[in-house]
């Protein structure tokens, strides 16, 4: 029994089979599996190594194809790549030459449909209010596969045309020969078949094409019906925005015609004649502007609140005070109460402020040899490899904690609130705010030496001022105190953590954040999220912060939920989105904030949630009416020139300047961090590690001095003298007993936690003079 023959090869198809490969001289021709796909001939030993080993492949896109003989045939791209190829028969020959030519001109083609791709596709996407995009775009797709289909037969005409006359002309040439009478006659019964062959392939052609025509009316008829339902529908649009608009200004009118005046319905209001002028403005403007709803989020949907919702906030303005001019108040209320008290420090606003430096050195573009950094850790533990200053910028962790201070208006604002739902609102955009100043610091800050302070004294500008301490070595901690005279508390405990992943760098921040308010003794507490850096190994840093954060009042039970969404390239919604939502302590919603944590935040007053329909993972969002979104936090502009001076921000560039009167540990100090913003990078390295080694040997010290302390004095001399001394004093030598200077730890009892606090005599101590008992850390 014969063989079956192979599949004969059709446009598209993949094509697989048994040929002969040229080896070497040695070897000769070798039996390989082919296949051809997508314009690529590939081939194998056996056919089991198609799932894991490929011996070559060659694009046909730009190779040439020439038949030797009855069975030899050459591929080659131009002398990079040759196959000298054999088949087991002409037949099977004549089916690979078909094949690969066919498989050659589609993949030519494609070739440069991408290379027009470029200028025929829209650079935009299609906006939400074109209808029947997506069905239009499917119609579209459905027809280039239909074009290219009938094109793939269009090519096996000009195939089948260009044998068929090559083998006429054969036939012709040796008809022309009569060599006898037999011979004429079975040339006379090949060319017969050869021309009903090219008939019949001709038909088949034909049919094709009426097919396609008929496809292509069709094709046009359906593309006019869509387009005719488009724009239907964008009349309707039209027309329903129109009816809602006059369906507006009849309910104004209504309104106006049968609702007293707010002066009337609010005396309070209108005897304030400073701020009743801004407060009704804004009043109306809510009554004739309604929210526009987000794009949603995974767990809650806002929609525009009722018309009737608006009007009865126009006579409570007790309870959103926050929302209609409480600025305004609260800032005359200030000017009144420093004119009328004559023990208000009116010195204060008579001295000079201090002008801060708003350039530090550019960074200089330093080459960094790798090589140079691997040849120094060999042979050396990983904890005591020297990092370069290239990777750093020029603050140290301490400093980069205090710019969480730059939004500091924030919980000034937060402060003068009446409601703690609505300073609960300036509480979260104050936790985002921190995040804003990192979305270009890629640059690693310092990591501060044990016992090393930074004092952050801007009370006289902007009435606070803050002090972070390194309290612990291992693992790695700083605690941080901030006071204000407008009557808020901030002091947070941080150490991190971090994964190192390939591709990217996961850092998680451990410990805690608190505020308390002197008025109202809220006390809120938070923690913040992960931040991770990508391409770490190749490409361009980039940083992205993602997770929860949950703010909670200890007092009233009042938590916000704030949600980090980590950047998707397949997402659609906005990079470094943020969004939150206020609860009372029953779980009843009364506002929802939106935004991203490097640009800007809104929050908008709840006014009724409902059940909604199920997410995309089954779970059912809520929906929430709500009123005008308000801008509650907008980031600051960079200063001019910021990209070559490591993208620090206005209150960035003063923190690494020189001041008097600091203490000795303060990181404006640091040698080798002055040094690197001076921008002499070699010296900054060696001073680096010459303070690492230092930290080192005193840390030895005091272990060595802890072991004395628990330990027998004759474990001690055996430690003193290299010998081998007793399990059990070996794990309090690793323990950090380092006491902090200006911190002590205790328990939290209002919120449960264990953290470094602030125990005063710093700024004493500066007004004396008095440090002596700050270590030489330097």
Known sequence: MSEPKPPTPTPGDTYKGWLFKWTNYIKGYQRRWFVLSNGLLSYYRTQAEMGHTCRGTINLATANITVEDSCNFVISNGGAQTYHLKASSEVERQRWITALELAKAKA?????????????????????????????????????????????????????????????????????????????????????????????????????RDFLSLAQNHSKRWQKA???????????????????????????????????????????????????????????????????????????????????????????????????????????????????????????????????????????????????????????????????????????????????????????????????????????AFTVSSYSTTVHRTGKPFNPLLGETFELDRLRECGYRSLCEQVSHHPP????????????????????????????????????????????????????????????????????????????????GDRCHLKFAPYSYFSRDVPRKVTGVVTDKDGKAHYVLSGTWDEKMEFSRVMQSSKGENGTEGKQRTVYQT?????????????????????????ALTLNELEEGVAPTDSRRRPDQRLMEDGRWDEANAEKQRLEE??????????????????????????????????????SAHQDNHQALWFEKIDDPVSGETLHIYKGGYWEAKEQGGWDICPDIF
């Open 108 to 208: 030519v083609r494609m070739q440069a449909e991408s290379d027009d791709s470029g200028d025929d596709c829209p650079t935009a996407p299609p906006s939400a209010g074109q209808g029947g995009g997506c069905r239009n775009s499917e119609i579209q797709s459905t027809l280039r596969t239909m074009g290219s289909k009938v094109e793939d037969l269009t090519t096996c005409n000009d195939l089948i045309v260009k044998h068929g006359s090559a083998l006429q002309r054969s036939l012709s040439e040796l008809e022309g020969i009569r060599v006898g009478g037999d011979m004429g006659e079975k040339i006379r019964q090949v060319t017969e078949r050869a021309t009903l062959f090219r008939i019949t392939s001709n038909a088949m052609i034909n049919a094709c």
């Open 477 to 556: 901690a700083a605690a941080h105190h901030a006071l204000s005279e407008k009557g808020w508390t901030l002091r947070q405990e941080i150490s991190l953590a971090s994964k190192f992943r390939g591709k990217y760098l996961s850092i998680m921040p451990l410990g805690s954040i608190q505020c308390l308010f002197d008025k109202s003794n809220n006390h809120y507490s938070w923690k913040k999220v992960t931040t991770t850096v990508h391409n770490i190994i190749v490409g361009k840093l980039w940083i992205d912060q993602s997770g929860e954060i949950d703010v909670v009042n200890h007092k009233t």
């Open 226 to 428: 869509l387009t005719t339902e488009r724009d239907q529908r964008i009349r309707l649009e039209e027309t329903l925005e129109q009816l809602a608009k006059q369906h507006n200004h009849l309910e104004r009118a209504f309104r106006g015609a049968t609702v007293l005046p707010s002066s009337f319905s609010n005396p309070a209001l209108g005897n304030k004649g400073g701020v009743s002028g801004k407060g009704d403005a804004s009043d109306e403007d809510d009554d004739n502007e309604f929210f526009d709803a987000m794009e949603d989020p995974a767990e809650f949907i806002t929609v525009p609140a009722d018309p009737k919702y608006h009007r009865r906030s126009n006579s409570n303005l007790s309870g959103f005070s926050s929302e209609t001019g409480i600025d305004d108040q609260s800032v005359n209320f200030d000017e009144l109460s420093m004119a009328s008290n004559p023990e208000s420090p009116q010195t204060l606003e008579l001295e000079p402020v201090r002008q801060r430096r708003t350039h530090i050195p550019d960074k200089p573009n330093y080459y960094l040899n790798l090589w140079s950094i691997m040849k120094n850790c060999i042979g050396k533990e990983l904890s005591k490899i020297p990092m370069p200053v290239n990777f750093n910028e020029p603050l140290s962790m301490l400093q980069r904690l205090s710019e969480d201070l730059e939004y500091y208006e924030l919980l000034d604002k937060g402060a003068k609130c009446q409601s703690s739902l609505e300073q609960m609102c300036y509480v979260a």
């Open 694 to 731: 230092k930290q080192r040997t005193v840390r030895r010290e005091r272990e060595r001095e802890a072991v004395k302390a628990v330990c027998s004095p004759e474990e001690a001399d055996a430690q003193e003298t290299g010998t081998e001394a007793s399990e059990v004093s070996d794990e």
């Open 627 to 651: 009123l005008k979104a308000k801008e509650i936090w907008k980031k600051n502009p960079l200063p001019e020139g910021a990209e070559s001076m490591y993208f620090f921000s206005t209150l």
